[in-house]
C-alpha cells in the first residue's frame, strides 16, 4: 500500500487534455503500491522548478475505486509558476514525489446530494460523481457546473455520458457566455437564488458540496443560506488549491501590537512579525520565500521546522501530533509568541 506520509516517488503514466487550458495528469507508483483515498481528498506535490524547491496541492479528479493509480485534472493559470510547469514540462514517464492523500472535504452519507463546482473546482467532485458510477450506489444528485464559456466546462462530455447512465444524475450547466458556441441551448449567467431553485427545488432538504474560486463559494454559500440549507448541510472545499495557482496573502496592519524578530536562517533574513499577524503574510509581504498553498492550515504546504521560539497556531488538519511534537510548524496559520528562527 502507498505510504500517504513518506512522500514517496509517483510516476506520470498518462496526460490527457480535457479543454483548451485544462488536463489530467494519471500517477501511479512505481513499486505498483495500491492508493486508497476518499473522493474529495488532494495530493501535496513536491517538485522542483528552475532548481528552486515548489509546492502545491492538486484535487484528485479520479474515482477512489480505481486504487492502481489516481488523477489530478490541472487548469493552466495566466502566470502561474506550477500549473504552467506542469503543463509545459511534465511527461509521461517523468517521476515526481507527493504526499497524501490529504483533507477533510469529505461527502457525508446522503441520499440526496447537491454538487456544485466553479471552473477547474469540480475536479473533486467530479471524483464524488465518478465513485457512484464505480459503485452503482443509488443517490439522488443534481450536478450544477459553471464556467466562462461552453468550452470551459471541462468534464462536460464524460458527465453527459454519465447523466445518461445514471438514473439519480440530473446535470446543469452554466456558461457565464456563450462565445465559440452561440447555439448553447441552455441558460448563460451566473449562479442566483432564483436559479438555484430552477435547478434543485428541494436544495433546502439536500446536502451542499461546494468548491470553486472563492467568489463562486461565496456566492454559493448566500445562496444555499437564503434558501433554508442549514450550516450543517453546506460543505465547501476549505481551500483554493484545486482552483486558483497562487494566493495573495491578506496583511492585516496592527500598529499597537507588540512585534518579534523572525529570523529565516537557510535564507539569511530577518523580519519583524507582529502578534497579531500570521508568520507567512509578513513573509510574503516582505518577499521572503516559503512554500504555500491555502493560507489557513489545511494542505500543510508551508511545513517548516521551528529551530526555537514559540508560537499561536491555529491549524485545520495540515499537520499532526507527531510533527508538531517534532517541532515542525505550519506558518500560514501561527502567530509568533516570541522571537523565532526558522529553518528556511
Given at each position: ?66 486504487t ?27 517521476k ?82 456563450v ?9 448563460t ?18 446536502v ?67 502578534g ?34 514559540t ?34
Amino acid at each position: 500500500m502507498w505510504n500517504r506520509d513518506a512522500g514517496e516517488d509517483l510516476v506520470c503514466i498518462d496526460i490527457h487534455q480535457e479543454t483548451h487550458d485544462v488536463k489530467t495528469f494519471t500517477f501511479a507508483s512505481p513499486e505498483g503500491k495500491q492508493f486508497v483515498f476518499e473522493a474529495g481528498q488532494y495530493f501535496l506535490f513536491d517538485l522542483e522548478i528552475g532548481g528552486e524547491p515548489e509546492s502545491r496541492c492538486y484535487s484528485i479528479s479520479s474515482s477512489p475505486r480505481r486504487t492502481n493509480a489516481f488523477s489530478v485534472t490541472v487548469k493552466r493559470v495566466p502566470g502561474g509558476r506550477i500549473s504552467n510547469w506542469l503543463h509545459d514540462n511534465l511527461a509521461i514517464n517523468a517521476k515526481v514525489k507527493a504526499n497524501g492523500p490529504l483533507g477533510h472535504f469529505v461527502r457525508p452519507n446522503a441520499k440526496k446530494y447537491l454538487f456544485l463546482s466553479g471552473g477547474s473546482g469540480i475536479t473533486p467532485v467530479m471524483s464524488m460523481v465518478r465513485e457512484f458510477a464505480d459503485t452503482y450506489e443509488p443517490a439522488d444528485i443534481v450536478f450544477l457546473h459553471a464556467g466562462r464559456t461552453p468550452k470551459d466546462l471541462v468534464f462536460r462530455n464524460e458527465l453527459t455520458v454519465l447523466a445518461s447512465r445514471m438514473k439519480g444524475l440530473r446535470l446543469q450547466f452554466l456558461p457565464e457566455k456563450v462565445s465559440g458556441e452561440l447555439s448553447w441551448p441552455g441558460l448563460t449567467g451566473r449562479i442566483s437564488p432564483d436559479y438555484m431553485k430552477l435547478a434543485a427545488p428541494d436544495v433546502a432538504e439536500r446536502v451542499v458540496m461546494c468548491c470553486g474560486p472563492a467568489p463562486f463559494m461565496a456566492a454559493a454559500r448566500a445562496i444555499a443560506t437564503e434558501l433554508g440549507v442549514p450550516p450543517s448541510n453546506y460543505i465547501e472545499e476549505s481551500f483554493d488549491a484545486a482552483v486558483i495557482d497562487e494566493v495573495d496573502i491578506p496583511v492585516i496592519e496592527e500598529a499597537t501590537a507588540r512585534t518579534f524578530q523572525v529570523s529565516f536562517a537557510k535564507q539569511v533574513r530577518q523580519i519583524e512579525v507582529s502578534g497579531e499577524q500570521t508568520v507567512l503574510s509578513c513573509a510574503k509581504k516582505a518577499g521572503v520565500k516559503l512554500p504555500s498553498s491555502c493560507s489557513n492550515g489545511v494542505c500543510g504546504t508551508c511545513k517548516s521546522k521551528l529551530v526555537s521560539g514559540t508560537v499561536d497556531m491555529n491549524h485545520n488538519g495540515g499537520i499532526r501530533q507527531r510533527e508538531i511534537d517534532a517541532g515542525l510548524f505550519l506558518p500560514c496559520c501561527s502567530k509568533p509568541l516570541s522571537d523565532l528562527v526558522i529553518d528556511r
